[in-house]
């Protein structure tokens, strides 16, 4: 009997470490990657060629650029490599495993 309860116990804890992995936080509530967030800091690099973005927010944080993604001054759409260090941005992205993917930046005016 305790031997069964052990694997029951223990099926559980396996059950809920593989839940997390696929997207269920303790409560089981599912963390979605398609939730939109948005960050305000100052560029502090952009990598053209790789295709990224890095801001200081709290502490510097790197965004992945698409073909998408849609790069803003004000009304004018504008394209990374008129992104300069310094510059204050908002990003808008979704998460995509590790990674956070900008769908949109608005360069302060």
Known sequence: MVSMLGLVLAGTVRG???SRSEGQNKSGTVQSSD??????GTVTKVDVAAKQVVVM???????????????VQGTTSTKIGDIKVGAHVAIDYV???????ATKITLSE
Not at 35 to 40: L, M
Not at 57 to 71: C, G, H
């Open 16 to 18: 809920e470490e593989k």
């Open 57 to 71: 927010v709290t502490r510097d944080m790197t965004f992945s650029v698409t073909d998408t993604t849609k790069i």
């Open 35 to 40: 939730a939109s967030q948005t960050k305000s």
């Open 95 to 101: 998460r995509k495993g590790e990674a956070r993917v």
